[in-house]
């Protein structure tokens, strides 16, 4: 590998984790209030959370561009208050992964918790545990095998990320270009071939191994939480 694919390797991993982090308290706070909401509005706010997987990747970028660009309502705002920039920068790459990664993981995690026996949290309330209790002692172990698969999820997602990305932030090397940047960048060399099939190669290898490590633990945690009737 040379010095750029590694450089490409390293940055989509970095960008994946810290794109699935982020999100992760933000698709639980979703899934909680799709799955046991009951107010006006919620088919609204599911037909948002959904948005990025029947748009075209490339509006989901653009609609960045426009809103978090130097000269966007939000872009300007967050660069005069806080000084962030997120065009051209590894703060957007990730940013671009994130909202393309949280549908996915916003329905892992939505159907973990609609699995919840909500009699269980109700018999935690009458042992006087308040709704917080509840909810962290009850409520957020039994969903943790969906955290997980969401997070695999998202991880994965976030390596794959590609129109998003190149829209919203392009593709400057050290900074936005991840694997699918790079395997472009690669293919539109003339002598290339080799640079885009070894990265498609660590691209498909890592997408593996992420898949094979969620299924594996989530087959251990079921387990060891007496969820599985093998164990």
Do not use: C
Request: net charge positive; no cysteine.
């Amino acid at each position: 590998m040379t010095e750029v694919e590694r450089e490409a390797l390293w940055l989509s991993l970095r960008v994946a984790a810290s794109a699935t982090l982020l999100t992760l308290p933000v698709a639980l706070a979703l899934a909680l209030a799709l799955a046991r909401g009951r107010w006006r509005g919620k088919s609204l706010l599911e037909a948002l959370v959904n948005l990025p997987l029947v748009l075209p990747p490339v509006v989901i970028g653009y609609a960045l561009l426009i809103s978090f660009g130097r000269q966007g309502p939000l872009g300007r705002w967050l660069h005069e208050v806080f000084g962030l920039t997120f065009v051209f920068t590894f703060r957007g790459a990730v940013l671009a992964a994130a909202v393309m990664a949280l549908p996915l993981m916003v329905r892992a995690i939505r159907q973990a918790v609609e699995a919840v026996d909500r009699g269980l949290e109700d018999a935690a309330r009458t042992l006087g545990a308040s709704r917080l209790d509840a909810f962290a002692s009850v409520t957020l172990p039994l969903t943790a095998p969906g955290l997980l698969s969401g997070a695999v999820l998202g991880f994965a997602a976030s390596l794959g990320e590609f129109g998003a990305t190149i829209t919203f932030v392009s593709n400057v090397p050290g900074q936005t270009q991840t694997l699918p940047l790079a395997i472009y960048s690669a293919l539109q060399s003339a002598d290339g071939d080799a640079a885009a099939a070894r990265l498609v190669l660590i691209s498909a290898v890592l997408a593996f191994a992420a898949l094979a490590l969620a299924q594996w633990s989530h087959r251990r945690l079921r387990r060891w939480m007496g969820q599985d009737g093998h164990a």
